[in-house]
Structure formats: C-alpha cells, structure tokens
C-alpha cells in the first residue's frame, strides 16, 4: 500500500466520475531529481559547484556522484563527508578540509559550507578553495597596483604635455595651472594615507578636471579594495572565533605567535594580547626549551595530547593537532588544541565505575556462596537450641555462634553493597532517627573524639534499606575515628536540599528534593591524589593488617545504588568533609521493632528446592520441626516434576534462585503453568536483585534472604502461605 493523490470531478450529463491520481512516492521522487538537476547545473567562480549527499554518506551530486564518501579521509585525517553531515546537523557550518583527487579537480585545502534538507534525510553545501579566495586578493592587488601603475603613466604623460602646453603658453595661463596642480599637489599628498576626493568643480581646466576624475576613481578602486581586503580579514577572525579548538599561528623562524582565537588565550589561561608576539615556549612547550620537534624532524603532529600549564600552576591536559604551511617563502606552524579536562574526569570516573562494577561482581558470587555455607551453620545453630534449655553449659555457645553468624552475614551485606546492581530491603525512613542511634554506640567506643549534632527538625525521609546506611555510617565513622588518632571533632549534619534545574550540572545529580547529610573531621585530610583514589576497592592508607580499602568502595556502591550522590572535600592538615544527597521521599517513615520474632508453627506440605545438599538437608530439618511435612529437589526439573506430581498436596514451595540447569526464574514460570494459584517463596544468597522483584511482580509471595534462622523461616512462611 502506498499514499496516492487523486482530483476527482462529477459529469452530470453522463452521471460519471472522472478522476486521475498518482503516487506520493513519485512525486517527490521527481521532485528530488529534479533539483538535482539544478543542483548540477550551478557553478560559480573557478571550480565552484554545489554539492548533496545522504547522511549515509551516497553522494548524490558533485564529483564522487553515486559513490559512498562516507569513509574518505583528507590528508589531515578529516572525515570530510561525516564532517559535512555533522556540520549539517547542527544547522549549518563552515568544515575546512584538503579536496581529495577527482578528475578535473585540485587536491587542494577547501572550505565548505553544509545545511540539511531533513524531510530528505539530505545534506547540501558548497565550498571554495582556500587558494582561490587568497589569490582573488592577492589578483585586486595586482590589478590595483598595474592600474595605479597606468594612471601615474597617463598622469605623467599628461603632466609633460601640460608642461609643453605651459612652456609655449607660460604667460598667459602660468597661474591657473599653478593653483591648479597646487590643488592635486595637496591631493597626492593626503591620498597617501587618507581616503580623499578632488573637487572636480574647483578646476577651471578641462584636461585637469578629466584627470581628477581618473584620480578619484582610482581612490575609489583602492578604497573598494581594502573594505573587501578587511572584509575577507573579518570573515577569517570570525571562522578563527567560532572554531571551539583553540587556534594559534605561529612563526617558525622566530617561533613567536603571530595569530591566536580567544578559545586559545582562555585554554593557556592568558589575554590574547599577552601571548601575541610573544614565544610558544613561554606557554606551550615550556619543557622544550627552544627546541620544536614539530619544525625539527618536519611532521605533522594528529591528536597528540599534552599538558598545558596555567600561570596558577594548573596543568590543563588538551588535545593537539600541528601542521605547517607556505605563505609566500615564510613557514608557519597551525597548532590546534581542544581542552579534554572534561573528558579526562569523565574517562576516571568511568574507570572507577567498571573497577567496582567488576569487584561487585566478584563480591555478590562470594556473598552468595558464603551466605549459603552460613545457612548450615545458622539452621542447625537454631534446631539445636529448640532442645537445649537456657541453663544448659552449652546454650550461651549457641547463642554465641548465632551472633557470630550474624557478623558474618553483615560482611556478606558488605560485599553485596558493593555489588550496586543488586536492590535492597527499602523503606521509608527518618536519617535523623539512624544517625543518632550510631552516634551513640559510636561514641561509646571512641570516648576521645567530640561530637556535634545537627539535625533538621523537620527532615524529609528518605527510602533506604536501613542495614545498608548503617553500614554506611560505620564505615564514614571509623574512617574519620583513623583520620583524628588519638582525638578531634567529629561533626554530623543534616538538612533538606532541593537542586534546581540550574544547579544540575554543578552538582552532578538530576534535579529534585533530597537529604544532605554533611559528615565532617578535622583529621589529617587527604591530598588530591589520594582523593581521587578514595572510593577505588582494596586502595587504603592504613598500615598493613589495618585497613581492607574496601569501606569507601562499599559506601560508594551503597549510596550510588539508592540513587545518591557521594562526593569528598578534604585538604591536608584541615580534615575531611563527606558531602551525601538521598533522594527525598514523601512516604511516612516506618517504625523499627526491636522484638525477636517468635516461632510460629504451621502444616501442610512444603516443596524445598535447592542445588545445595547442606541447604537441602538442613532446610528440611527446620520445616519439620516447625510442623511441615517436606519434599525436597535438588534442581528445578525435578522440583517441577515433583509439584505436578503432588501438587494436590503441597501447600507452598521454597525456590532457590540460582541454580544450574533451570535457575529459579523457569522453575517459577513452569510452577505457574501448572498451577497458577502456586505459593512460592523466593530464597538466595543474594540480596534482591532485579530477577526477583520481577518475578515477585509476576506473583511470588515473599523472599527470605540466606541464612535465615527457624524463627525468620516461620514467620516469613507463614506471611506466603496466609498470602
């Protein structure tokens, strides 16, 4: 089916309809060759001609007509068409490049301009050689100088004649001649420097008025010379200002700079009149001392990057391109030089990035598999002390191995931390109520450290998985304790911040309502480049055996994976600042209860499926003892096959989620197919991720995170099965 266009009339007499139609298609296809006909039929100048092409580079008309130029490459590494297409695309621009060989054409520097035809999906421009614009100045200059050439010969021949003429007519016109050349005597005189005009009317001799006249356009010839000489002048300093690189011309036998754009006066962070005649070594080959090796081994230089420094000290890292040319016997040295400071940060903090990305990675396989050998620890931990009572010698030992399970399980939270893609146990929380509570033990172990507490009476709450901002806290906490030795101050702020659209790019965080929490020791302080290493995994300053250099590395995770914004002032001797933006939430914050659930017993059949035997076996063992009774598989295949068999009889499914074969996602789906009322609780070593909140949105019932203890089981069982 394609769009046509018809007219349609109605004939009365014969009660008819008659009508003609024709393509959309076609008549914009006619359309187009047609103006590439045009197109091809325009020149201007020497070897001016109008150019179009599509933005997958098909020339459509020019010199490469039919061909794809979207590759070719100019001696200087231009991409000339992609250059022509960009420039197109951002509205219209000048793009300077060498004209590759075509039949007919010069291999020579050019200078285009190129728009874009969007309903075509077109680019069309035309351009001039560089050569030719100089040599239409450097021919009025020839043409300026044979004509004045010719009118002082016609002047001079004039003259002679006029002093024949006086000779033989001395007495009777002496005076008149000689007020009259008095006048053009005065007239030469200012032309010379002025843009002045004889009075024609003041000369009583014909021959004088008609040479005055010659004289006066002459003046106007030079005149209309030097506008377009300045015009061209103009046009030049408006291409060199609006070139976003910084350009500087410089003499290669003085190597002074002769020419510079204001883009490169604010990169060597000068005035243009500061650097102007002035040598490039004072500004940017300080450490060659005279020697250029541009100029002495005779290369071009293409993107090579260097340091630039600033009269404050200040090394700005840009991108230079260098090339000479010939102007009239005398070599000049085009340096370009584009200020990468922003991509260079941009480059660190992407590698930053990927380094604890990898690490994350690493840390979550961990975590998982430590989580699950933890499992068999805190299951059996808590089977044996269904039977042991509290006056028992070796109870206090179980309750000791289930603390010590618990402060294992926190550092696998750590490790999960720094995992950023993984969710958390969020919910809407007061920072103020969290802080304190840290504030307090933390205090009641470093006596020596002063504290200040500032608090925002009426804080926003914020949506945090509460574990995890603890962690955050003792981890900026100790931190800080090690910074201030044997004593300081520790100051803890908050308040509400709103960042505005204005504010966006200073803060590098998306506009809206958060938190700040400002974190602040007056300890040893950091210099940059231990800053800029601080949030790196395994990177630390604490002796040997002190410190793992994974605390800010796992704050860094935790803050950026609940959408926040983690930054760090500090400076040597002064102390640390750590700056921290939570998205603000309009939720009520939720309560905490501190009660230890207590067990709850339940029947019925429960289907545990997991890879891990430990899991498997000791898993089972709890749901006994909780009431269950209990079918176990140990992968998804069979935990499928065991449901279709009883699922009349099964009240509820424990699925691991990772497991070899079938992982916990298809085993769900297939659970579901069978049975779509199927009651199912998640169960990994992993915190939630983006898998199971998928599949707790496609109706699982709830998610119990290894190791869990009997009474964690039971509560969390019955949540799925009362579901």
């Not at 060659?288 to 230089?301: A, R, S, T």
């Not at 089977?383 to 309750?399: A, G, K, T």
Request: charged letters at 25%; a negative charge.
């Amino acid at each position: 089916d394609f769009p046509k266009i018809a007219f349609i009339k109605y004939f009365e007499p014969l009660d008819w309809f008659i009508g003609t139609g024709e393509y959309l298609d076609d008549v914009a296809d006619d359309i187009q060759k047609e103006v590439i006909d045009r197109i091809e039929q325009v020149r201007f100048g020497k070897d001016g001609y109008v150019f179009a092409g599509t933005l997958d580079g098909i020339s459509l008309a020019g010199p490469a007509k039919g061909r794809n130029m979207l590759q070719v490459t100019d001696p200087n590494g231009v991409k000339i068409v992609q250059e022509l297409i960009s420039a197109a695309r951002d509205g219209g621009r000048f793009v300077r490049y060498t004209m590759p060989e075509f039949e007919g054409l010069r291999n020579a520097p050019k200078l285009s301009y190129a728009v874009m035809i969007e309903d075509w999906g077109w680019y069309i421009g035309a351009g001039e050689y560089v050569g030719d614009i100089e040599a239409i100045i450097s021919a009025e200059q020839v043409r300026l100088q044979e004509r004045v050439r010719t009118l002082v010969i016609s002047i001079l021949s004039i003259l002679l004649t006029i002093f024949v003429t006086i000779f033989l007519w001395a007495r009777f016109i002496a005076g008149r001649v000689k007020a009259n050349f008095s006048q053009f005597s005065s007239f030469f005189t200012e032309a010379a420097t002025q843009h002045t005009r004889i009075d024609i009317e003041q000369l009583d001799i014909v021959e004088l008025s008609d040479l005055a006249s010659s004289a006066n356009k002459m003046i106007e010839a030079r005149n209309d010379t030097e506008r377009k000489l300045h015009e061209n002048k103009n046009w030049v300093d408006t291409i060199l200002e609006s070139i976003q690189s910084g350009i500087v011309v410089i003499d290669v036998e003085t190597q002074k700079i002769m020419e510079a754009n204001t883009e490169a006066a604010r990169i060597l962070g000068r005035s243009k009149s500061e650097i102007l005649g002035r040598s490039c070594h004072e500004f940017m080959h300080q450490h060659e001392k005279g020697q250029c090796p541009i100029v002495n081994l005779g290369k071009d230089v293409l993107q090579e990057e260097q340091a630039i420094v600033t009269p404050e000290g200040q090394k700005r890292p840009v991108l230079k391109t260098a090339s000479r040319i010939d102007s009239e016997g005398r070599e000049y040295l085009i340096e370009s030089f584009i200020d990468i400071t922003e991509i260079k940060t941009l480059e660190e903090r992407l590698r930053q990035s990927e380094q604890i990305q990898a690490l994350g990675t690493l840390a979550g396989g961990i975590a998982h598999d430590f989580n699950n050998l933890m499992m068999g620890i805190q299951g059996r931990t808590s089977i044996m002390l269904q039977d042991v009572p509290p006056d028992n010698p070796n109870y206090e030992h179980l309750q000791s191995i289930t603390q010590y399970i618990k402060t294992a399980s926190n550092l696998t939270t750590q490790l999960l931390g720094i995992a950023r893609g993984g969710k958390y146990d969020v919910q809407p929380t007061d920072i103020n109520e969290i802080l304190h509570q840290q504030v307090v033990l933390f205090s009641r172990t470093k006596k020596e450290i002063q504290i200040s507490e500032h608090y925002a009476s009426a804080i926003w709450s914020v949506e945090v998985d509460g574990n995890q901002m603890i962690q955050v806290i003792w981890n900026l906490f100790i931190n800080a304790g090690h910074a201030m030795g044997e004593g300081g101050m520790l100051s803890i702020e908050t308040e509400n911040s709103t960042i505005s659209e204005q504010e966006r790019e200073a803060n590098d965080v998306s506009p809206g309502n958060y938190v700040r929490l400002t974190i602040k020791d007056n300890g040893i302080g950091m210099d940059e480049e231990t800053m800029r290493k601080a949030f790196d995994p395994f990177f630390t300053t604490k002796e040997k055996d002190r410190g793992t250099g994974l605390g800010l590395a796992s704050v860094y995770g935790i803050i950026k994976n609940h959408k926040g914004h983690i930054t760090l002032r500090s400076k040597p001797g002064v102390g640390t600042t750590v700056y921290i933006l939570l998205p603000a939430s309009d939720k009520r914050p939720v309560k905490s209860d501190d009660k230890p659930p207590a067990i709850t017993h339940g029947e019925g059949m429960i289907l545990l499926i997991d890879d891990e035997k430990m899991v498997r076996d000791v898993g089972s063992e709890m749901l006994k003892i909780l009431g269950y009774n209990v079918l176990v598989a140990a992968d998804g295949e069979q935990g499928v096959e065991l449901y279709q068999e009883h699922k009349e009889s099964i009240s509820a499914v424990i699925l691991d989620m990772i497991m070899p074969t079938m992982g916990g996602k298809e085993t769900f789906r297939k659970l579901k197919e069978i049975d779509q009322d199927v009651k199912v609780m998640l169960s990994s070593g992993y915190s939630r991720d983006g898998d199971m909140e998928t599949l707790l949105s496609e109706g699982c019932q709830g998610f119990i995170q290894k190791p869990f203890s009997l009474e964690k089981l039971s509560n969390e069982l019955k949540k799925v099965l009362d579901s």
